[in-house]
């Protein structure tokens, strides 16, 4: 009898992962825009400046003064007569005025927004 040799062939099964579309996904932004209304109170300060010419003799030199909401500066110069005197040449009134007034503006608010969309393949 002649011997003979079976070779014995075992299979084996390796997992492995393919992609298959199954869809399709698109994603998008926009944006939306609101109007809001938005009070607040606005101050203001102006000022005033009056210069009133004034024509006198003083000792010394007049420091700067206020009267009510007005600061006067005084301004002098030197004038030679038989001596050196000052003369008040212009008084500089500055007053600042204050205001206050409530406002309501429209302040443009914007928010954005996905939007998905799905498509089967």
């Known amino acids: 009898m002649e011997e003979r040799t079976i070779p014995v062939v075992e299979e084996q ?18 944006v939306r825009e ?23 003799f003083v000792e010394a030199p007049v420091p700067d003064r206020v009267e009510g909401d007005t600061l006067i500066v005084t301004v002098v110069e030197e004038v ?5 005197r000052l003369r ?8 600042r005025r204050h ?11 914007r928010r954005q927004e996905v939007v998905v969309d799905r498509k089967p393949a």
């Open 13 to 30: 099964a390796e997992p492995r992962t393919a992609r298959h579309p199954t869809g399709v996904v698109r994603v998008r932004t926009r």
């Open 34 to 56: 609101r109007l809001q209304p938005v009070e607040t109170v606005l101050d203001t300060e102006t000022v005033e400046v009056l210069r009133v010419p004034q024509d006198r």
């Open 80 to 84: 030679a007569v038989v001596e050196t």
């Open 88 to 95: 008040v040449v212009e008084e500089v009134h500055i007053t």
């Open 99 to 109: 205001q206050r007034a409530e406002v309501c503006d429209q302040v443009p608010l």
